[in-house]
């Protein structure tokens, strides 16, 4: 599933866009628009004034001044695992990107230096980079801390799923072998491959590793990691059943960006949109 990022017909994002003649979106709301939250018009005077005025069309209603912690989650780019379509887990570091991996990663690093900028304007500029341990998401993190000039530090939590004996072998190899069990893996959530997690496992894994970011106060962090485990990151946002979670499309080098609020009453504000063609 992708999310158009910036295309809210009330508040175009891209420069030049055609639409209303509403602020840039890095630019404030003044306190006298339509709070886009949905709540009316809020007068310079009255206590709300001015109060969700950044909050662009389309987001989760909020009724306080709660600021959230921002996670932009990049799938790394592209590897020979990922054109076999094998099951490329934690077990193995491996495999590296390859050269269209390397300018996927590129194009992703590109779209997310514009976060805060010229798109996605309630949101902060990235200020931390965290990445997955294996090499793809290394190599990824990598591309990213040279375009937005910041360390990366490496948390396992973010890794991707353990597909136990299913590591390297394509979904045609796992059924002769296991018949009936991927696809209950994939649909029930709970099933756990022979020696793996079970993608209720992983989300168990990714609550915490969110939890850990949201202790850390409002900032925006850059997460580089996995489809499964950004699938999760994205269902236990939700809170959606982990039956349901491999329904979201994360395709490789895409972004998607939850914001994490202290109630708990959380956001996904983009699911997996591409980082080419912008």
Request: hydrophobic share 35%; no cysteine.
């Amino acid at each position: 599933m992708t999310s158009e990022p910036a295309h809210d017909p009330d508040r175009p994002d891209r420069p030049g866009e055609a639409g209303d003649a509403g602020p840039s979106p890095a630019e404030p709301l003044a306190p006298d628009r339509v709070d886009p939250a949905g709540a009316g018009t809020a007068s310079a005077g009255s206590p709300t004034a001015g109060r969700r005025a950044v909050r662009p069309s389309g987001t989760s209603p909020r009724f306080d001044d709660d600021e959230p912690t921002t996670v932009v989650l990049v799938r790394h780019g592209q590897t020979t695992m990922t054109v076999s379509r094998g099951y490329s887990g934690s077990s193995e570091p491996g495999p590296p990107l390859d050269e269209v991996g390397r300018t996927q990663a590129a194009a992703a690093a590109a779209l997310v230096h514009r976060v805060g900028r010229d798109l996605w304007g309630d949101i902060d500029d990235p200020s931390e980079i965290v990445a997955s341990p294996m090499v793809r998401t290394q190599e990824t993190a990598a591309v990213m801390a040279a375009r937005l000039g910041l360390p990366v530090r490496t948390d396992p939590v973010f890794q991707e799923a353990d597909f136990g004996q299913w590591q390297g072998l394509t979904a045609e190899q796992i059924e002769e072998r296991w018949p009936g069990l991927l696809e209950p893996w994939h649909t029930d959530g709970h099933v756990r491959p022979p020696g793996g997690e079970s993608i209720a496992d992983v989300g168990v894994r990714l609550r915490r590793g969110l939890d850990a970011l949201r202790a850390g106060g409002p900032r925006t962090v850059v997460v580089v990691s996995h489809a499964v485990a950004i699938r999760a990151a994205l269902g236990v946002t939700m809170g959606a059943h982990p039956g349901t979670w491999s329904q979201l499309r994360v395709a490789p080098a895409s972004v998607s960006i939850v914001r994490l609020f202290a109630d708990r009453r959380d956001e996904i504000a983009v699911a997996g949109a591409p980082s080419e063609g912008w």
